[in-house]
């Protein structure tokens, strides 16, 4: 009766001691378990959680991130008190970024919906070459926003009415508090039996300010001032459109030259950053791809990269150097659902010996976190 008596004691006081470490283990365990089956039951695509990595500018890490509305219900601002990047809503065009006193670095003689935009060319099976469809959405949302981070989505269900491409569309743009540039990404699909269709290219592409942007940066050994794009409309056509003899240029050097977008391409393995450098005000702008798991080809394919606009160009998919091989073309109704990205898009400034190194060093940050 007394060892009873004495074990009921002792189970007693353990259970004293640890029922608030088991009350943890259980509790832990319920949120664990709650979180993966939520997870699992929802089809949706959620926001994204981004490291910023070390380009974050912690004398700003006061201003948290912002999203303003100036009355205008067709334009919505994301702003860190870094760079202030402007939509048109609900397309899903990026019309302007604001950044070191510069109030756009678009180029503003163009139109809102040429300036920072999503493309694909697309066809029906059978026809030649089909049209841009610039993917424009027509629902805006704001997915997640705190003073760390906003997430905005702008997209876009197909119907069969529309002479558009058949695809839902969700453009996402994440922007971070501290952060000196713009993570964006898209989501396409199309669901099972959908009309048939080849889709030659998707890219993004942004069109900077003619006036700012000279000197164009693709590798540690090529890089130079170039030509305006002007120049190429004074010039003399060669066998193919792109690729232009420069007869009158406005810089007298590049006379003789001739100039092709061609020439700036790279393999998809080297093609991690590429941009433009203004003189003055000092600024870069870059296209920063540190993997490049989703683009079509395989690390050898050849594309596109920055060229004269100035223009920068993220090439998803192409026909480039391959032709219709790497098309993509889907037949039978089949479904199809792929994300594109995320990429960043990179602003710097200070002295313009230090910018492309700069810009460099973002690849191996590790900007991305799931």
Not at 38 to 53: C, D, L, V, Y
Not at 115 to 123: F, I, Q
Not at 286 to 313: A, C, N, Y
């Amino acid at each position: 009766m007394e060892k009873r008596a004495g074990r009921q004691y002792r189970c007693s006081a353990w259970r004293r001691r640890n029922l608030p470490i088991l009350f943890l283990f259980f509790f832990f365990f319920f949120l664990v378990f709650s979180g993966a089956a939520s997870a699992a039951g929802n089809g949706k695509t959620h926001a994204r959680r981004i490291n910023p990595g070390r380009n974050s500018s912690r004398s700003n890490s006061g201003f948290g991130v912002q999203l303003v509305r100036r009355g205008d219900p067709q334009r919505v601002t994301i702003d860190n008190g870094i760079v202030a990047v402007t939509f048109s809503s609900p397309d899903g065009d990026v019309i302007g970024i604001k950044y070191k006193g510069i109030d756009n670095v678009l180029e503003t003689l163009n139109d809102d919906d040429n300036r920072g935009y999503w493309d694909v060319v697309w066809s029906k099976p059978g026809d030649q070459r089909g049209p841009f469809d610039k993917l424009r959405a027509t629902d805006f949302r704001v997915v997640m926003q705190d003073d760390e981070q906003i997430e905005v989505s702008f997209t876009k269900k197909w119907e069969p009415s529309d002479a558009t491409v058949p695809l839902n569309i969700d453009k996402r743009y994440i922007l971070r508090r501290g952060s000196s540039g713009i993570y964006m990404y898209a989501v396409l699909e199309r669901l099972e039996g959908w009309p048939d269709v080849d889709m030659d290219q998707i890219r993004v592409v942004f069109k900077l300010q003619q006036k700012l942007f000279h000197f164009m940066a693709i590798s540690d050994d090529r890089q130079r001032v170039m030509p305006l794009a002007k120049d190429r409309i004074t010039g003399r056509p060669l066998a193919y459109p792109e690729a232009v003899l420069l007869t009158h240029p406005s810089n007298p050097e590049f006379r003789g030259e001739v100039d092709d977008k061609y020439q700036y391409s790279c393999e998809d393995k080297d093609n991690k950053v590429h941009g433009w450098i203004s003189e003055e005000p000092a600024v870069g702008f870059w296209m920063i791809t540190p993997s490049d798991e989703f683009r079509v080809g395989g690390p050898i394919k050849q594309d596109l990269t920055s060229h004269v606009g100035p223009i920068v160009l993220n090439m998803f998919t192409s026909t480039h150097y391959t032709g219709k091989d790497l098309n993509t073309a889907y037949r039978n109704g089949e479904p199809w659902k792929k994300v594109l990205g995320p990429v960043f898009v990179y602003l710097n400034s200070g002295d313009t010996s230090t910018l492309w190194r700069d810009a460099k060093e973002q690849v191996t940050l590790g900007h991305y976190s799931k």
